[in-house]
C-alpha cells in the first residue's frame, strides 16, 4: 500500500551528451512513450517523461520502487534500443523523499547546467502536460509535479539566482542593454568571424539592433556571413568611415596588431560627436587597443573581462543557490506530510466505518427496548450516541494523523492502528482509490502545508 | 508655520528614503518597489501641508529660509516622483529622496523660529508666478544632478570593469540617464529664464526698475549664464555623457551655493528683509 514517488534518469552530471542523446525523446514521441511505458512497466502506477539536452528522467509512482527501477530501466534500454550497459553507470535511482527532492530541485533550475536558467520550468511544465495528456498522471504526479512549479516560482520570486550574465555573449549583450537605451537605432559592426562574436552580434541583431556591417580581411568571408546574419559587408580597407556610425564593435580578427589605436580613434570621437561606442574585443591577441578604454564614451571590454563579469555572476548564482536549497528543503518536508497522510487514508476509513459499525449494532441492540421510548428521548440518545461516536473518532484521528505524518513508517503506524480499533472487525485493505472519503481527507491535510493555490 | 501634515510627510519621506537606499545597497527590488508609494504618499501630506500653511499666509508660504526649503524639496520629490512612475527611473529615489528628507527635516526645525509676514506691497499676482516658476526650475536642477550623479557612478563602475548588476529591471542605461538629464536641464533652464523675465517684470510694475542687482538677481544671472554654457555645450559641441554629466554637477554647486548664500548670508528682497 506504501506508494513512493521515484525517478531514474541520467543527466548532464553523469553521462556525456553521447549517452545522453542516444537515449532522449523528442517532444512530439513523449505521448506515445509513456502508454508503452505503461504497458511493459507494470509496477508503475504513474509515470511522466523529462527529456532536455540535459536529462532523460523517468518520473514515477509505485508501490515497489526497486522493482519499477528495473522495469523502467530496461524499458529505457528497449525502447531507444540501447545496451543498457552503455548507461547503466551513468543512472541515478532515487526513490521517496529523494526523488521529491529531485524533482524540486530540477523545477528550481538548481540541478541545471547553467544554475538558474530558467527554461527548466518550462520544459517540466511540458512533461507534465504529456503525462496529464497520456492519462499516465495520477494523483501523487499531479501534486509533485504542481508542487514542483510553485517551488520554482517562489525561487524565483525569493532569490536573485535568475540574476547577471552567465555566458560571454549573454554579458556583452547585457553591458550594451546598460549603454544603449535602445538597440533599435543603434549599428553593430563585426569584424571578423569567430563563432562567439557572431553569436553575440546575432543576439544583438534579435534584441532590435537593425543595422548590421560585417567586415573581414577577405572579402567573400564578410559576405557570406552578412548574408548569414541578414547585414551588409564592408571591405577590410574601407571599414573606418562605418566607425563613426557604429554604436557596438565586435572584434574577432585574427591580428598580430589591434586594429584600432587610441591615437587615431580621437578622431572617430569627434566626428561621431562624442555618441557612446561599445567596443567589444573577442580577438586573442586583441584587436582593440586597451587604452580605448579611457577614452571619453568608449567602453571597451575584452574577453577576459567579459569572463569575469561571467564568473561574478555564476558565484553569485551560486550564494543564491544556497537560499533556494533551503525554500526546496520547506517545501520537500511539507509534500513528505502530504505523502505520508495518504498512507493513514485506508486505515483512517476502515477505523471509521468499524466504529460506527459498532454504534450501530450496540443501537440495534435495543432496538426493542429504544422502541418503547417517547420519540423525543428515542432522538436524544441517538443523538448522544453520535456525538460520542463523532468525538471519539476526531480524537482517534486527529492524534494518528499527527503521529502518522511525522513517523518514518506511516503505514506501519497505520496498521497498528487499524488493529487495535477495527479488531476482527476490519474489512481487508481497501485499495488507495479515489473515494469521496478518501479525497475529503486529503483536502484535509491540504489546507495546512499550502500557502499558493 | 508647519501644520499638522508635516509630521506625516517627514514619516513617508524617511521611510521612502530607507527603502530606496536599502533597496539598492541590499538587492532588494521589492523594498524599492515599496518605496515608490511611499513617496507619492508623503508628497501628498507634503501638499497639503503647504496649502493650509498657504491658506493661513494669504499667499505662497516661502517667505523665509525653512518655507523656502520645503517648498523646494516638495517640487524636488514632485519631479522625482513623476520620473520614477513614469520613466522607471527607480534609481533615482536612492539619490534623490535622501536629500528631500534632509531638507525637510531641515525646514522643520528651522521654521520654528518665528514666522515673516509678506508686506502688502508683495501680495500680487506676480508672487505665486515668480516663485514657483523660480523653485521648478531649481527643482529641475537638483533631480539633473541626481541624474548626473548616477551616471557618473554608473559610468565609472562600466569603466573600471565592474558593471552595476541591475536589481530587477529598474536599471536606466547610460544613454536614458543621458537623455533625461538633458531634458531636464533643457526645462530647467526654460523655467529659470521665465522666473527672471516674471521677476525683472514684476519688480518693474511695484518698484519701476527692471533690474537692481541685488545678490539674489546677480546670483541668477549667473546661474542663467552657466546653464546656458552647458546647453550650448552639449548643442554646438557635442558634449555629452560624462563631460555633461561632471558639468551640470558643477553648475548645480553653484546654484546650491547661491541659494544658501542668498537665504542666509544675503537676505534682500528674495531672503525675507523686504526693503
Redesign the interface.
Known sequence: MDEKLLIVGINHRTAPVAVRERLAYGDGEIVATLGRLKDRAPALAETALISTCNRVEIVGVAADPARAIDEATSFLAADREVDAALFAGALYRFEGRDAVHHLFRVGASLDSMVVGEPQILGQLKLSYGYAAEAGTAGLVLHRAFHRAFSVAKRVRKATLIGRGSVSVSSAAVRLAGQIFDTLSDKTVMLMGAGQMAELTARQLHALGAETLLVTSRTFDHAVALARALGGTAVPFESHRPYLKIADIVIGSLSAARPVLEPDDFEAVLRERRYRPIFLIDLGVPRNFDERLNALENVYLYDIDDLGSVVTESVSERAREADKAETIVADALASFMRWMNGLDLVPAIKDIRVSIEQLRDTELGRHRAWLAALEPSERQRIEALTRTLVNKLLHRILAGLRSTGASSPDPAYTAEIARRLLCGELAPEGPALGGTAANLDFEMDLDSDDDEEP | MDTIWLPPALVCYALSAVGFVAGRTA?RPRWTDQAVPLLGAAVLFHTLDLVFGALRAGNIPVTNFAQSLSFLAWLTAIVSFVLISRMRMQVLGSFVAPGVLAAVSAAMLLTRRGRLVIPDSLRSAWLPVHVTLAFLGDALFVVAAGVSLAYLV?ESR??A?R?????GQT??????LD?INYRLLGWGFVMLSLAIVSGALWAEATWGHFWSWEPQESWSLITWLLYAALLESRIAA??????AAALTLAVFTVLLGSFLSVSLLFPGKHGGSFG
Open positions: 538587492n554608473y562600466l569603466k570593469k558593471p552595476m548588476t541591475p536589481v536599471m536606466p542605461s547610460l544613454e536614458k537623455r557635442g558634449w555629452r555623457g560624462r563631460r
